[in-house]
């Protein structure tokens, strides 16, 4: 335990529950990612003989705990190459931030980061994916936000996910391999913030976590071989305490905001082998606030101290 942490609990125990959290501080996680204009270059589905329909899912989950715990999610598939779109998931002061209505949903940023300027507390998370990447090219987004403002103590987290596979016999005309690739656009857009109040405030626990990932694989059916790229993997975490925050200025606020192509470089398809082509795409994000249990152990031993000395007044 740092001295800092002591000595403040020690002077604020008493006042834990009045003082620690004032007019729209908290903590806000949001987590957007958008890939647009997938292609199979060098391959069509005439290249191709489909050995199963494969799937294409989609999903979405949004929960917030603060005394009760609320959870709102959907699911949604498809074959291979069909469009899937599970509906926004929201729990929270949805209405107030319009998230409750037809217009929201695949509304991407529209109702991006606004919870802690307004002092609520939500949790939502969004996606959609459409498009033939075989024969043309497909595009999804995944979106997470999670937010809390002013309360005592809770915890928010969200997902929307894509997960698309399918498997095929690379046949090609002429009985002979080729080198084909794949390419992409995606858009990132990510936040974790802890407000400097609650940053510096050792009587209160925060976390704040988002999360992006896209991958794709393609393993040779035949040999075993796997190939993976990892196009996008990107943590932000906020981090608290006042002593950390002192000797690392701004250490709460963190953002990653991208605007990328993307080129596999070439890879073999061998002529007559079965493939399996695995595309995942998430986005999450997790919030929490939580009283330091230091300092309400302190508050505790504080409490039976006075009830002490008051026995041996009276005695």
């Not at 009045?18 to 290249?47: H, K, Q, R």
């Not at 949604?76 to 002061?93: H, K, P, T, Y």
């Not at 991006?112 to 994916?129: I, R």
Request: aromatic residues 8%; hydrophobic residues 40%.
């Amino acid at each position: 335990m740092k001295l800092i942490n002591l000595t403040k609990s020690l002077i604020a125990a008493s006042v834990l529950t009045v003082a620690s959290f004032g007019a729209n501080a908290g903590v806000i996680a949001s987590s957007y990612l958008e890939v647009n204009n997938f292609a199979l270059n060098g391959v069509s589905s005439a290249d191709l003989l489909f050995l199963a329909s494969g799937s294409r899912e989609g999903n979405t989950s949004a929960q917030i705990n603060i005394g009760t715990n609320l959870t709102a999610g959907d699911a949604d598939s498809s074959s291979a190459l069909g469009d899937v779109d599970a509906l926004l998931a929201c729990v929270g002061n949805c209405t107030v931030l319009g998230l409750n209505t037809p217009a929201a949903e695949n509304a991407g940023t529209l109702h991006w980061s606004t919870g802690l300027a307004n002092d609520l507390n939500y949790s939502y998370s969004d996606q959609n994916v459409s498009g033939n990447a075989i024969d043309g090219t497909s595009s999804g987004f995944t979106l997470a936000e999670s937010s809390l403002s002013s309360v005592p103590q809770g915890n928010a987290s969200s997902n929307g996910n894509i997960f698309n596979e399918f498997e095929a016999i690379f046949k090609f005309n002429g009985g002979t391999n080729a080198n084909v690739n794949f390419t992409l656009d995606y858009v990132l857009d990510m936040a974790s913030v802890i407000t400097a109040d609650v940053a510096f405030d050792d009587l209160i626990t925060a976390t704040t976590t988002a999360f992006a990932n896209f991958t794709v694989s393609l393993t040779n059916i035949n040999t075993g071989l796997r190939q993976q790229w990892n196009i996008v993997d990107e943590t932000v975490s906020g981090r608290d305490g006042a002593m950390f925050n002192t000797l690392f200025p701004g250490s709460n606020s963190k953002a990653v905001n991208s605007n990328e192509n993307f080129n596999s470089g070439d890879f073999l398809l061998e002529a007559q082998n079965a493939y399996a082509l695995n595309i995942s795409q998430t986005t999450s994000t997790n919030v929490s606030l939580v009283p330091e249990p230091t300092s309400i152990a302190l508050f505790g031993l504080g409490l039976l101290g006075l009830a002490g000395a008051a026995r041996r007044r009276n005695s």
